[in-house]
């Protein structure tokens, strides 16, 4: 099983609103990733949680706030978002970091 | 920090042709480059690995190769099929901390 599960598949949000993106895997991976990708452009990366500790944030705005409950649960904690902040957002996991990268189909973000 | 480029960014060809699809990076002391598949509005699809000490990997009509002294893989496609169609993303990765996507190859197979 090489099953990344992403949850809520579609969000539309307002500006003052508080909402979360989950992302679960059962594979025993102790990488978890957040990537952000905008219409025809590559995924870009927001956070990496290595054995469930923030590793890399790429000065990615408070607004967006990373948290891994465990190693197998990854939430994207939203809060105050910018139109501009619509996207696709993606999880992904592997054994450790850097190690082949498995993700889930995404979250599509509507910012109103 | 490493960069990623792909070419071409997009290309057409009948069903039954062989291709391939270029990617190029700056840092060559990596340690891993994958290449994944994204069909519109999905998440991305792993189809190959390839560890810095392989020189190539091969999965059914797919093939990459890795060349990390020039800062090159390919992806070669073989008989492509209309359900070959989708943008192929290559990544490498970032002095080992995480991997940086190129901009993508946008694929159409024609029936």
């Known amino acids: 099983d090489t099953e990344v599960t992403q949850t809520p598949k579609h969000l539309v949000m307002g500006m003052t609103n508080k909402k979360s993106l989950k992302c679960e895997q059962h594979m025993g991976h102790r990488a978890m990733y957040w990537y952000k990708q905008k219409a025809k452009k590559p995924p870009e990366l927001m956070f990496v949680y290595s054995y469930e500790k923030l590793s890399i944030n790429e000065s990615v705005p408070s607004r967006f706030s990373p948290e891994c409950p465990n190693s197998s649960l990854l939430n994207l904690h939203l809060h105050a978002l910018q139109p501009e902040d619509s996207a696709l957002y993606l999880c992904a996991s592997s054994h450790r970091v850097n190690t082949e990268a498995f993700f889930g189909q995404g979250t599509r973000l509507t910012v109103v | ?111």
Do not use: H, M
Request: hydrophobic share 35%; glycine share 8%; with cysteine.
């Open chain 2, 1 to 111: 920090k490493q960069e990623v480029t792909q070419i071409p960014a997009a290309l057409s060809v009948p069903e039954g042709e062989n291709l391939v699809l270029n990617c190029s990076f700056t840092d060559s002391a990596i340690y891993n480059l994958q290449w994944f598949r994204q069909d519109p509005g999905k998440g991305l699809t792993s189809l190959l690995l390839i560890q810095s000490s392989q020189r190539e990997q091969t999965s059914g009509r797919l093939n990459a190769s890795l060349d990390k002294s020039s800062g090159r893989s390919t992806l070669y496609i073989a008989a492509s099929q209309p359900g070959d169609s989708a943008t192929y993303l290559c990544a490498a990765d970032n002095y080992g901390q995480n991997f940086v996507f190129g901009p993508g190859t946008r694929l159409s197979v024609l029936p």
